[in-house]
């Protein structure tokens, strides 16, 4: 490849990574053509974005970001893909599924919620609720006692309706 097409994948590389909020790096090498594509397809139903890379330009396209992704440097080794999402656990939830029945992916590093996680804490990632989850179960908590509120006055209110005929 030549350096100006090596420039161009960076720079390419770089803005797509900083479209997404989340960056896993995994191991999918050793899948065969119909695993890959089944995982391809799931990525795309989780809204994952999935691609292989080589890791020399994944590092530059890396080093270049406004975020410094240097504890991440380590795991660029062997073959390696990038799935990012903008759901944290989206692609966590993804490798823990489909590495049951392939054994790969496997997760090398993550980058989630502006922390960095290694490969030994696959479990912890697709345990952690996205935003749109948390915020879920806060308004669920508000929610609830007004509830119990509500539907105590509608009881008193059921039993003086009783009362009165």
Same mark, same amino acid.
């Given at each position: 490849?030549?350096? $100006?097409? *090596?420039? &161009? &994948?960076?720079?390419? @590389?770089?803005? &797509?990574?900083?479209? /997404?909020?989340?960056?896993? #790096? +995994?191991?999918?090498?050793? #899948? ?6 089944? @995982? ?9 974005? =999935? ?5 020399? @330009? @994944? ?16 795991? #660029? ?10 759901? !944290?656990? +989206? ?18 590093? +993550? /980058? &989630?919620? $502006?922390?960095?996680? !290694? ?6 990632? +697709? ?6 989850? =948390? ?6 908590? =508000? ?10 006055? *509608?009881?008193? $209110? ?8």
């Amino acid at each position: 490849m030549k350096k $100006e097409d *090596k420039g &161009v &994948v960076i720079e390419q @590389l770089k803005s &797509v990574i900083a479209d /997404y909020s989340h960056l896993y #790096l +995994a191991d999918i090498g050793g #899948l065969d053509s119909a695993q890959t594509s089944d @995982l391809r397809r799931k990525c795309f139903k989780s809204e994952v974005k =999935l691609f292989v890379v080589k890791n020399s @330009l @994944l590092r530059r396209a890396l080093e270049s970001s406004e975020i410094d992704y240097s504890p991440m440097f380590d795991a #660029l080794t062997g073959e390696t893909s990038i799935m990012l999402s903008n759901t !944290g656990n +989206a692609p966590a939830k993804l490798i823990k599924e489909f590495s049951k029945s392939a054994g790969k992916p496997a997760l090398k590093a +993550a /980058y &989630v919620e $502006e922390a960095f996680y !290694g490969a030994d804490q696959l479990d912890t990632l +697709a345990a952690l609720k996205s935003k749109n989850e =948390l915020i879920g179960d806060i308004i669920g908590l =508000l929610q609830s006692p007004l509830k119990n509120i509500l539907s105590g006055l *509608k009881a008193r $209110e059921d039993k003086q309706d009783v009362v009165e005929e």
